[in-house]
């Protein structure tokens, strides 16, 4: 006997929840759209800009909100018709920051994992950011990374075959 009172409360319960539930999602009228908020107001401070003794243009805008810096490099190529070998730039531009020819890929890669930044490259420019206190190593490897590019044939070969298979 005591089972079924039991068991007679624990549906009574269940059914209960159960008509609470539909209660409350059929108060939300899904009809309408909500109500957008305000606008976020977006500022942006006018770069700081200057010119490295190799010509290089360099343009500063700071932030100091979060201890996060980041870079971004574009190479200026100039366009080519690349004909019957379309598709060796993104090539070559996947091969870059994979390693230089001062520092392995192996230890480049772990290196970058370590510092918990993020580096990338392809053949119009790269972009790496980090944490503040890692802002002049990271910017250390990236400048490895584009002026002493890893550009084995070993790689070039890999980097061949993965092209191939898609």
């Known amino acids: 006997m005591k089972t079924a009172i039991n068991m007679n409360n624990k549906i009574v319960a269940f059914f209960a929840l159960f008509i609470m539930t539909i209660g409350a999602s059929a108060q939300i009228d899904r009809s309408q759209p909500p109500v957008a908020g305000p606008e976020p107001e977006i500022s942006i401070d006018k770069p700081e800009e200057f010119t490295l003794k190799n010509g ?3 343009l500063v805008v700071e932030n100091h909100k979060l201890p996060r810096v980041s870079y971004s490099l574009r190479i200026d190529n100039a366009p080519v018709a690349t004909g019957k070998k379309a598709g060796i730039e993104s090539l070559i531009g996947s091969m ?4 230089t020819t001062t520092i392995s ?3 480049f ?5 370590f510092l ?4 990338n490259f392809g053949i119009s ?3 790496a950011s980090s ?3 890692y802002s002049d190593r990271i910017l250390e490897l990236m400048a490895d990374a584009a002026i002493n590019p890893l550009l ?3 790689e070039f070969d890999k980097e061949k075959l993965n092209y191939l298979k898609v």
């Open 56 to 58: 290089l243009k360099v």
């Open 96 to 99: 870059l920051g994979n390693g």
């Open 105 to 107: 890929k192996d230890d």
């Open 109 to 113: 890669n772990e290196e970058i994992d």
């Open 116 to 119: 918990g930044a993020n580096l």
């Open 125 to 127: 420019g790269g972009f």
């Open 131 to 133: 944490l503040t206190k």
């Open 152 to 154: 084995t044939e070993e």
